[in-house]
Structures are given as structure tokens and as C-alpha cells.
Nanobody
Framework: QVQLVESGGGLVQAGGSLRLSCAASGRTFSSYAMGWFRQAPGKEREFVAAISWSGGSTYYADSVKGRFTISRDNAKNTVYLQMNSLKPEDTAVYYC????????????????WGQGTQVTVSS
């Protein structure tokens, strides 16, 4: 089992940047694929990005491709989401997630979730 804690959310103007972090507990972090999801008010939780256990493969939703970058540091048990050129429609609670499938690519909801961090982009 893995526990996840997100940080780095906040309020930013359109066009700005934020970096989210997700710290994971446990000594098997490197065996999990990691992902980021988001949920806006009144909408379903949607996939944003995923990264394989080694960091060698990354996957993105079309809506964030070219603007967001997912990365991980297995030595620090941490996954990151660098968000650039933010838009008001990126406003949501962002959730970190982990899955036992080391090559998870975002096609289903993972098993483990963090508590979420709010990102608000003003126009």
C-alpha cells in the first residue's frame, strides 16, 4: 500500500505556472506507475498525465499536452506535475494517484489516491 500527499496548488493568473508535488510513503514507490487527475466543480474526475515506474514513458491528456510535464524522482519518492501556460479551464482539484501496473497509462482509475490540492487560474 502507498500513501500520497499532494502540495503546490494555489492561485495563479492565466499564462502563469505552478509545480505540483506528490510525496509517497513506502519503500516500493519505484514499483508503481504514477498519475495526476483533476476534478472541476460539477464535472467528473479526468486523467491529466501518467508516468511509468522508471519514468521512461509518459502519457498526457490532449488538453494539457505541450503545457504540462510529469516527472518523478524515485530517490525522493516524489512525482511532479509542472504546469505552464495555465488557462482558467485548468482550474480544478488535482489528485495524485498510484497504480500497481508499472506501465499504467491513464486508461482507468488507479487504486491509490491522495487528498487533492486546489489549483485556481484567474483570467
Amino acid at each position: 500500500q502507498v500513501q500520497l500527499v499532494e502540495s503546490g496548488g494555489g492561485l495563479v493568473q492565466a499564462g502563469g505556472s505552478l509545480r505540483l508535488s506528490c510525496a509517497a510513503s513506502g519503500r516500493t514507490f519505484s514499483s508503481y506507475a504514477m498519475g495526476w487527475f483533476r476534478q472541476a466543480p460539477g464535472k467528473e474526475r479526468e486523467f491529466v498525465a501518467a508516468i511509468s515506474w522508471s519514468g521512461g514513458s509518459t502519457y498526457y491528456a490532449d488538453s494539457v499536452k505541450g503545457r504540462f510535464t510529469i516527472s518523478r524522482d524515485n530517490a525522493k519518492n516524489t512525482v511532479y506535475l509542472q504546469m505552464n501556460s495555465l488557462k482558467p479551464e485548468d482550474t480544478a482539484v488535482y489528485y495524485c494517484a498510484a497504480d500497481h501496473n508499472p506501465h499504467y497509462s491513464g486508461s482507468y482509475y488507479p487504486l491509490y489516491w491522495g487528498q487533492g490540492t486546489q489549483v485556481t487560474v484567474s483570467s
